[in-house]
């Protein structure tokens, strides 16, 4: 995993770096980096490679496609935090993005991370066209309307609902959490030259599974764990009137829901090639206090 995370690290600054044709555009870069070099556990960026090798791939070949996820998941984190959306003023233990350069800055630095990935994509020369295709095809659809934009969509609608159901939360995290996350595998097996509809239907699946688990383990920790933990405030989800598994059922039975999708995730890793790390980390997110 620290070979995954340390490749992935050199790859974002390699893609996003001051040039002199860009010197006007400094602080932009520097907001953008300033997000994209907060940490966090590059879950995403890690299945890319990870799925690329269980499929037979070396996962050098996967460095644009694993360093765009986690740009896209930056712009979602900068643009989250806004006033207009969740208004959270840090994020992974320091200053969200507009505390730390301004809403407007913050604005622009979340939108060129939403369309920068497309072009290190479409530039690479690690991927043939038809593997650049196919993989800017999926991402473009996990990203937008019917992807984690539009599960942001309805996570704002739900705070103002009062009849918010399991269903509905679940549509909800397969949209915003899951999409990025079953992208991610998707990614990582055409990288690896696995693009058959069996290998990338079962790998969307995982992802699915993992997305909601992972979002499950998210609702307990807002109740369980401190800010310090968490490197942003608990209690949000209370303060902003949100329906998640512990409201709807507590601790201790949102966790036997999560433990029991876990399980289901696994099951695919069964179809997957060399899955000993993927299963590895699948136990891992289960367990993770922060």
């Keep these: 995993m620290n070979e995954y995370i340390s490749f992935t690290e050199e790859n974002l600054k390699k893609y996003n770096t001051h040039s002199e044709q860009s010197a006007a555009q400094k602080n932009l870069i520097d907001a953008m980096n300033y997000s994209l070099e907060a940490g ?62 301004g809403e407007a800055m913050a604005i622009l630095a979340g939108d060129a991370l939403s369309v920068l990935p497309f072009e290190i994509i ?22 937008g309307k019917d992807g984690m934009i539009g599960g942001q969509v309805i996570d704002m609608e739900n705070e103002e609902r009062d009849d918010v159901d ?47 688990a992972f979002q499950i383990i998210d609702d307990i920790l807002d109740v369980t764990s401190t800010t310090e933990e968490l490197g942003k405030p608990v ?40 899955n000993e790390f993927l299963c590895e980390l699948t136990e891992m997110l289960l367990k993770r206090k922060n």
Excluded at 245 to 272: D, R
């Design 166 to 212: 399991e269903n509905n939360l679940r549509n909800m995290y397969r949209h915003k959490t899951g999409e990025l996350i079953a992208v991610s595998c998707v990614m990582g097996c055409i990288c690896g030259g696995r693009s058959d509809s069996e290998t990338l239907a079962n790998a969307a699946e995982y992802g699915y599974k993992l997305g909601l």
């Design 122 to 143: 479409a530039n690479d020369d690690k991927l043939t066209a038809e593997q650049k295709i196919q993989i800017i095809s999926c991402l473009a659809k996990a990203v």
């Design 235 to 274: 209690g949000s989800d209370e303060e902003e009137n949100k329906t998640t598994f512990v409201t709807l059922y507590g601790v201790e039975k949102a966790q036997e829901i999560a433990n029991s999708i876990t399980e289901e995730a696994m099951k695919c890793l069964e179809k997957t090639g060399k």
């Design 40 to 101: 966090g556990k590059r879950i995403r960026p890690v299945l890319v490679c990870a799925f690329c090798e269980a499929t037979g791939g070396d996962y050098h070949n996967a460095s644009a496609p694993s360093a765009a996820i986690e740009m896209i998941h930056t712009f979602s984190l900068i643009h989250d935090d806004l006033p207009a959306m969740d208004d959270d003023d840090y994020r992974r233990g320091r200053l969200s993005c507009h505390k730390a350069y």
